[in-house]
């Protein structure tokens, strides 16, 4: 069957450290692959997009890798404030219209 | 920066009832899609709309519900006879492209609370 799955429900990071959350996926084949935050009672905003021919791509803090053959992708938050605490989701998008996201991974950085 | 802007924000409905929940997508995007979450679970695909009609749909999204772009600016979905399942944050979002290559923005939801 299709999965998307987000590593762990929960992630607590000191203030500072690297965040990383992994999104593994099973009998899918995504052609892109996007990041999106989403905070407590508000929508998901659009944070990365990685395309399947790309293994890395960069905004600010942020890095996305996206590796086809192990259906991974990684997304690293550097030097993390607690501003970034929130739910973050990975999302496949297949050659149709369709979207799939995984259950999310909640972040809270601790000062 | 235009957003996607969803009503009302919070609907109560007696079970059985039919509710409409409305969008205003952004003015430029030509493709449109709502979604739901259900509280504590993830977010779930219901339909994306393209010009004037359906492109996709998913197995949550069946007789019961329709979607409509009545005017060329609101987009709406119609719950016929709501369940009390049905209860969850229903988000809109539309695009530029389709959904993989462009990304999507979101409304901040409707909250469905079946009675």
């Known amino acids: 069957s299709q999965k998307i799955e987000q590593n762990s429900e929960a992630l607590n990071i000191q203030e500072g450290k690297t965040a990383t959350l992994t999104c593994n996926y099973t009998?899918?084949?995504?052609?892109?692959l996007q990041w999106y935050r989403q905070d407590p009672g508000r929508g998901p905003v659009f944070l990365l997009l990685i395309r399947e021919n790309e293994k890395e791509k960069r905004k600010e803090r942020l890095k996305v890798t996206f590796d086809t053959t192990l259906k991974q992708s990684l997304f690293h938050i550097t030097a993390s404030q607690p501003a970034d605490s929130a739910t973050y989701l990975c999302?496949?998008?297949?050659?149709?219209?369709?979207?799939?996201f995984g259950a999310g991974t909640r972040l809270t950085v601790k000062p | 920066e235009p957003e996607v802007t969803q009503t009302p924000s919070h609907q109560v409905t007696q079970m059985g009832q039919e509710v409409i929940l409305r969008c205003v997508p952004i003015?430029?995007?030509?493709?449109f899609y709502w979604y739901r979450q259900i509280l504590g679970q993830k977010v779930e695909f219901l339909v994306s709309f393209y010009n004037n009609e359906i492109s996709e749909k998913s197995e949550i999204f069946d007789d019961q519900f329709s979607v409509e772009r009545p005017d060329g600016s609101n987009f709406t979905l119609k719950i016929r006879s709501t369940k009390l399942e049905d209860s969850a944050m229903y988000f809109c979002a539309s695009g530029l492209a389709r959904s993989g290559n462009q990304p999507q923005h979101f409304g901040d939801g409707t909250r469905l609370s079946i009675l």
């Open positions: 009998n899918y084949s995504p052609a892109y």
């Open positions: 999302a496949l998008a297949l050659n149709n219209n369709d979207m799939r």
């Open positions: 003015s430029n995007h030509l493709y």
